[in-house]
Every structure is written in structure tokens, then in C-alpha cells.
């Protein structure tokens, strides 16, 4: 297999300082509309290894819809995000594929287009890059690397994980994550997923959320218990990011449609079952979009959560607008510094045209945010940039 080269990328002008005690922010735009022949990058994901190298992925679309011709793509990055390798795609599943039968009601949908779906990467503190990604929305696939991304094992089909939902929930239409996902103390792989029966919206709605979860280091996978249902007041959650708190606990943090236009929360002790009762977290609003969630590490100290997404129901004289206002723009980094309980601090790292994002932190606490932005209004924006910053940067006033 072809080997990476890692490219030199010229960073954003609106560097403020290199050195990791002054505050810096730096920018640098890893896919754009038509690289490689693709007219759309989107569902960006961003991941550390235990040896320190950066993984940056997303769908790269040759139109742009979710069930148009879709490869996933990767870049690597061996010095905390100033240089890059160049995009190689890394999913490939032999043999015949048919579309999900859902998705041919729709009128774009083209029967001979191959979607690949839903990307997450975990990185495993043994070495090891773990995968699970989807085919057609409707079969899900394990793969895993042991160089730190540079190549991948053949991929395992591991579909039959997700027939134990049926007993609560008869879905045609499956997805994981996106979004990087994580690894318990105890070892314990957690993928946060959702599932549709396929009958609303492009085939998506109605869904649940829930996660599958491995023991065994990624050989096999379980099915946990439904952790958020689509109910009156819970409606359609989907894209669903997870954290390990500091007592344990598993944390979700769930995109949703619900009409109060926030983010949905819920608990496990395990990351599987025993579920907490959902709870609208009011300090993050909701413009129906994927967020990014990451603990940094503090010695001595409960962890900090780090959680990106567009803040973007407020008007400009900082009173919210409900309902009027919910175009993806103004990707933000919210702080909480009490295992979610309040997130009291926030900062704007692209105050327009901002979508997907998801949030990484390096050895030397530098923090990426990878994210879509673009210079007019659009559901993904027209590139997938990462912004490199510090916590000084983040925390200053």
C-alpha cells in the first residue's frame, strides 16, 4: 500500500503566538470542494493515537447528498497538526453492494452510487486504531489499524450486532456516530449509534439513539440498550457523541429535533445499559447539527469537557431568538469543568458559516477543533478546516 507523505500546509495569518504559554489559534483547510474530483467533504472526525499521531477523516462526496457516491477519506499528522499527509481513502468492502431499499423512494437517489457512511475511530491506549463505519446506511463494518492509520486490516462485517435492537426498536436504516468515539479505563470500547425506520425525512427519521460496545478489543461486538427513544418531547435524536466522566460514568450528548432547541444528555454506569432519564442540557443550544465532545486532562483535577458545536440561536445583541435562527454558523467550544454538570465558559473559533465539528487534544494539550465552514449558507460548508489552539487561547476573556 502506498505509503503517506506528509505535506507542509500553510497555516491561517491569524496565528498569535507558537508558544504553547501564550494564547495562539491557527487555521489550516484539509479538504475543499472539488480536491480529488469531490464536490462536497462533510461528517468530519478527529482522533489522537496513544504514540501522538493526529487522524483527521470525512466523507468525501462526488455530489453531496447523504446517499450519492460517498469514500471516506484520511489524513494523518505526526506533529500535533502542522503538517499533513496527503487524503487517501481507507474503506473499501468487496463484492456486490445493493442500496438500502429506503433510500430508492427518494427521488436523487441513484441505484449504482456507493454509499459509505458514518466513520468513528478510536484510538486504543495498546496502539491500536479501531473503526466501525456503514455501508448503505444499512450494514456496519469493523476494521482496524496497527500503525497509527498508515494501513487498515480487511473489514469485517459485524451487521448482526444490531439485530438485538429489533426486540425495542424494528429499524431499517443504521448509522454509527460519526465523530471520533472512546475507550473505557476498564478497556471497553463505546460506540454511540442511531437507527430509523427509515419512513421520515431522506430516510432518516424517525431514530433512536443507542451504543454497541466491545470487551474483547474490537474482536466482537454487543448491542446496548436504547438510550434516548423518539418520544413527543424527545423527537428524532440521531448524531450522538460520548465521554468518559471522572467517577466512570458514560455520557451522551445527542443531536435532536426537538422544538426547545436543545441538547439532549443522558448517563449509563457502563456506556450500554441503565440509561438516565434524558435531560434538555440548557446551556447548549441545539441548531440541529453534530457536535464533538473530548475530556483534557487536568493533573490533580476532575477533567475539563470540551464540547464544539454551531452556537447559533442567538441574536447579535446576545438575546436568543428561538426558532428563527438556527443556520449552522458560529462554531463554538463550550467549557465544563464539572463533569458537565455546567458548562459556564465558550468561545467562537468561526463566527459565520460553520457546520459538523468534532474536537481532539495532543500530548502537549494543543486542542483541534476540525470542522466545516464556508463563505455562504450551506449544511456542510465547502471545506473541512482544523483550527489548532491552546487553552489559554480558549480561556482568555
Known amino acids: 500500500m502506498k505509503p503517506f507523505l506528509l505535506i507542509p500546509l500553510a497555516l491561517s495569518a491569524i496565528a498569535l503566538s507558537a508558544n504553547a504559554d501564550e494564547p ?35 466523507e468525501a ?48 437517489t441513484d441505484p449504482n452510487d456507493v454509499t459509505y457512511n ?25 476494521q482496524r489499524s496497527e500503525d497509527d492509520g498508515l494501513t487498515w486490516g480487511d473489514p469485517v462485517e459485524i451487521t448482526q450486532t444490531f439485530e438485538a435492537f429489533r426486540k425495542s426498536y424494528d429499524w431499517k436504516v443504521l448509522a454509527t456516530g460519526p465523530n471520533h468515539s472512546i475507550q473505557l479505563r476498564n478497556g471497553r470500547l463505546i ?5 430509523s ?6 430516510a432518516h427519521r424517525p431514530s433512536v ?20 427513544p423518539c418520544t413527543d418531547d424527545f ?24 422544538p426547545n432547541h436543545r441538547r439532549l444528555v443522558v448517563t449509563s454506569p457502563d456506556g450500554a445499559t441503565g440509561w438516565s ?37 442567538s441574536r447579535a445583541d446576545g438575546k436568543e431568538s428561538p426558532g428563527k435562527n438556527r443556520d449552522r454558523r458560529n462554531v463554538s467550544v463550550h467549557i465544563s469543568k464539572d463533569d458537565g454538570k455546567t458548562w459556564p465558559l465558550k468561545k467562537s473559533i468561526e463566527p459565520e458559516w460553520s457546520a459538523y465539528s468534532d474536537i481532539a487534544v495532543t500530548p502537549s494539550g494543543t486542542i483541534l477543533c476540525f470542522y466545516g465552514r464556508g463563505d455562504k449558507a450551506s449544511f456542510s460548508g465547502d471545506r473541512l478546516t482544523v483550527a489548532r489552539f491552546n487553552l489559554a487561547w480558549l480561556t482568555r476573556p
Open 24 to 58: 495562539f489559534l491557527e487555521k489550516v483547510d484539509l479538504f475543499a470542494k472539488g480536491d480529488l474530483g469531490y464536490q462536497l467533504f462533510h461528517i468530519p472526525g478527529i482522533v489522537v493515537t496513544a504514540k501522538g499521531t493526529v487522524l483527521a477523516w470525512c
Open 61 to 108: 462526496r462526488e455530489d453531496g447528498g447523504d446517499w450519492d457516491q460517498i469514500d471516506i477519506l484520511l489524513r494523518r499528522s505526526t506533529d500535533e497538526g502542522e503538517s499533513w499527509s496527503e487524503a487517501r481513502k481507507i474503506v473499501e468492502v468487496p463484492g456486490p453492494k445493493e442500496k438500502n431499499p429506503f433510500s430508492l423512494a427518494l427521488k436523487q
Open 118 to 142: 458514518n466513520p468513528v475511530l478510536i484510538a486504543d491506549r495498546d496502539g491500536t486504531v479501531h473503526m466501525l463505519f456503514c455501508l448503505e446506511y444499512m450494514r456496519c463494518f469493523y
Open 191 to 195: 460506540v454511540p449509534v442511531w437507527l
Open 197 to 202: 425506520t427509515g419512513t421520515g425525512g431522506n
Open 209 to 228: 439513539t443507542a451504543t454497541v460496545f466491545s470487551d474483547d478489543g474490537g474482536k466482537t461486538w454487543e448491542a446496548g440498550e436504547i438510550a434516548v
Open 235 to 258: 423527537i428524532n435524536p440521531n448524531e450522538t457523541v460520548a465521554v468518559e466522566l471522572s467517577d466512570g460514568r458514560v455520557m451522551l450528548n445527542v443531536r435532536n429535533e426537538s
Open 277 to 313: 432519564t434524558p435531560h434538555f442540557e440548557d446551556a447548549l443550544v441545539e441548531p440541529i447539527c453534530m457536535g464533538g465532545l473530548v475530556r483534557y486532562d487536568r493533573e490533580s483535577e476532575i477533567p475539563w469537557l470540551l464540547f464544539s458545536h454551531p452556537d447559533n440561536l
